[in-house]
Every structure is written in C-alpha cells, then in structure tokens.
C-alpha cells in the first residue's frame, strides 16, 4: 500500500475555503485516491475518491496532480461542521476495498 | 434504509469474558469489515468478509473470530477479552469492496476490559 503524509491539523475560517493537501508518492497506478473524514466519536464518512482526473461532488472537490504523487481536497465553503479529522487513503490494486487509515489532519473551523 | 447498525453502542467486560458485536445492513452489500480504532489512532483492519460464508483476516486479527452466514448480518466475536481489546469498533459495508465502491461505516461499539 502506498504511504500518505498529511499535516496533523490545519485551521480555517468558516465560509472559507479548506484545502487540506496529501502526499501519496508511492501511489500505484491502479490506486484510487480516497478521501474520508471522522467526526468526533462518529464512523468515518465518505467524501469522494479519484484516480487521474479531478473530480467534484456535493461535498468536495479533489484534484490530483499530473505526476499522481499528491493531491488536495477542496473544501469550498467550510463551516462548523466540517471540522472533523480527514483522511486520505490511496486503495486499490489487490487490497479489496481494504482501507488502511493513517493519522489523518485535524481540520478545525473557526467562527 | 438504516445503512450499518451496530449494536450495543456501548458495553463493558471483565477480563476473560466472551461477547459478540453485532452489526448488520439492509443495502444488500457483499463486501463488510471490522475496523477497531484505538485512542488517537487510525482504524485498523480486523476481519473482512467479501459474501456470505467467505471471510478473512486483516492487519490485526488475533483475539477475534467471525462469520457471514447472511449477507446481512457481520458479527465479531471475542471469545476471552483482553485489556488490549478495549478500543472503539467500527464495522462497515460495500457494494462488493471492489476498489471504487464506496464504504459505509456504523456509529461504533465502544468497548472497555477491565
């Protein structure tokens, strides 16, 4: 599995925009980028997940580097509620759906 | 749909007692794991399941058995508690853990050993 370097916290202005950067240079080629998030004391949600291409839905955006070796989730407009623990998880290849979580980057959303 | 429930949210053992956490989904997914995420920590795999009557282990499965006698229902069991196994568990389903399927998570069993 490829590792990930995130940065242990990051803060952000409410109604702001939140890019939180990840660091995947051991990425495989048949690896997806994943992106999930854990809200304190809940399961871990999904966000969105890429391999190549940017991709956006209701919650993010995710853009990946030409080289595949980082990418960054877009949060457009945090708010409170996003203030959560984010983790990106490269997965694919022959881990089945297996998801090996790091430390992630505490997100934390300022009034 | 309730998505992944897992029951109980919270429950307390002394050391060498057995108990099973329970976790189940009405998305007709094949694919479901345990995750058990310790303090300050990131989740770790226990055991996963890609249908019903199939299973395997994951990074950290000594302590735990489980089965997929439906392809509902997940449970985990501890069979002598440890001390070490007092952690928060987390269960979680797919369509059929393929690598794009997306995974859907329970609320977690909080578990303490005495």
């Known amino acids: 599995d490829a590792k990930t370097t995130q940065p242990t916290s990051m803060d952000c202005a409410e109604g702001r925009a939140a890019n939180l950067p990840c660091n995947h240079s051991?990425?495989?080629?048949?690896?997806?980028v994943y992106w999930y998030r854990q809200i304190h004391s809940q399961g871990p949600q999904y966000i969105i997940h890429g391999l190549k291409n940017n991709e956006t839905n209701e919650m993010a955006s995710l853009i990946i580097t030409e080289d595949r070796k980082s990418s960054t989730l877009i949060l457009p407009h945090a708010t409170l509620r996003d203030t959560a623990v984010y983790y990106c998880i490269p997965s694919g290849g022959t881990s089945y759906g297996k998801l090996t979580f790091g430390q992630g980057t505490i997100l934390t959303v300022h009034p | 749909n309730a998505g992944v429930t897992q029951t109980p949210k919270f429950q307390v053992l002394k050391t060498g007692q057995s108990m099973t956490l329970q976790c189940a989904q009405d998305?007709?997914?094949?694919?479901m794991s345990w995750y058990r995420q310790d303090p300050g920590m990131g989740l770790r795999l226990i055991h996963y399941s890609v249908g019903a009557g199939i299973t395997d282990q994951g990074e950290v499965p000594n302590g735990y058995n489980v089965s997929r006698s439906t392809t509902e229902d997940f449970p985990l069991r501890l069979l002598s508690a440890a001390p070490s196994q007092t952690s928060v568990y987390f269960c979680a389903s797919s369509r059929f853990g393929r690598v794009a399927d997306t995974q859907y998570f329970g609320p977690g069993t909080r578990l303490t050993v005495l």
């Open positions: 051991t990425i495989s080629g048949n690896e997806y």
């Open positions: 998305m007709n997914h094949e694919y």
